[in-house]
């Protein structure tokens, strides 16, 4: 799923070296590209701190499997109404397999990469073919995949275009790449964008260490045509309410108490846990009261721009489809 970097020194999109700092989260800066517009994390972390983050046991551990399964099912009948016939599916960042085994049991030949370990035994466990590592040491052949699947994987990479090239190897001629991933042009982002780090430097976009690049509609049909691909089919998303509130919430109360600018000791903690910042110890409910104040704030604002996203159809999410050009 990410992508060990070795400190590039431009941005992953075009390899342009100017950037402007938009906000500073968990220690780690977000910045813009300016010549492409990329939303990334500079510099980005460590190949110890991404080992840590992705081979931590407990990583995938909070998973609702029914919730997954009725999401994967409908993302898969996106897949067919566009490719029918079924043949050869590869899941990168599969998890646990929960995708992998809708596929296989609507009629798909399948096949999965994963790097956390535990997650990658459990879906062997399920009978699935799934190959512990990143794409580019699984070792599958040339040109023997129909669909490869990258749900909300890309956005995890540091090296976004490589990962592209790696899809590209293993597809067919014909093969289609199916990717879903945050959009940070989308009506949620840019509203809480203007009224939260234009003023404390709190964001809920993106969320390092585990997200290392966000793309708009724009940089993410530039990553495509850059890697030979043609969009063939697109739609916005929505992430869910709760998970955006949550994540704006641990922003702002991260900025309030200076630890937006500290990297938390253990990585893989702070990123299944609190999405943001550091672990925090249960307090009286007297010391609770900014936090349901941010909450408050926070559920307000997204819950009115989520609404307006949705009746206008401008998400914070973006799936799309592709083919080789």
């Known amino acids: 799923m990410a992508s060990a970097p070795d400190r ?50 407990d990583y995938h551990a909070v998973v609702d499997e029914g919730e997954r399964r009725r999401t994967f099912a409908r993302r898969l009948r996106q897949i067919e109404a566009i490719c029918p016939e079924r ?20 009629g798909w030949d399948v096949a999965g990469v994963e790097l956390n370990r535990n997650a990658a035994d459990e879906a062997r466990g399920r009978g699935l073919d799934v190959r512990h590592g990143d794409l580019a040491a699984a070792r599958f052949d040339e040109a023997s995949f129909d669909v490869v699947t990258l749900f909300d994987v890309i956005e995890h990479t540091s090296r976004p275009r490589d990962t592209l090239a790696a899809c590209r190897r293993v597809l067919r001629p014909d093969g289609m790449l199916v990717a879903t991933t945050p959009d940070v042009g989308g009506l949620v982002p840019r509203v809480t964008y203007a009224l939260f780090a234009c003023t404390l430097g709190a964001w809920d976009h993106p969320t390092p260490p585990g997200h290392l690049v966000q793309f708009s509609r724009r940089t993410l049909r530039q990553l495509l045509e850059s890697e030979k691909f043609a969009a063939i089919a697109e739609r916005s998303e929505h992430i869910p309410m709760a998970y955006s509130v949550g994540k704006l919430e641990n922003s702002v109360l991260d900025v309030l108490a200076g630890r937006h600018r500290r990297r938390p000791e253990r990585v893989v903690r702070a990123h299944t846990g609190a999405e943001s910042g550091a672990q925090r110890p249960r307090s ?42």
């Open 8 to 57: 590039q020194d431009g941005c992953p999109l075009c390899g342009a070296q100017t950037r402007r700092r938009l906000v500073t989260k968990m220690g780690f800066d977000v910045v813009r590209c300016t010549a492409c517009g990329l939303v990334y994390v500079w510099p980005p972390p460590g190949a110890d701190e991404l080992e840590a983050l992705y081979s931590g046991g």
């Open 87 to 106: 043949g050869r599916l590869l899941d990168v960042g599969c998890s646990k397999g929960f995708f992998l085994g809708v596929a296989r049991d609507a």
């Open 284 to 325: 009286s409910p007297l010391r609770c009261l900014p936090r349901l104040g941010v909450r408050g704030a926070a559920w307000l604002v997204i819950g009115l721009a989520g609404l307006l996203a949705r009746a206008t159809r401008w998400g914070d999410s973006r799936w799309v489809a592709a083919r080789q050009a």
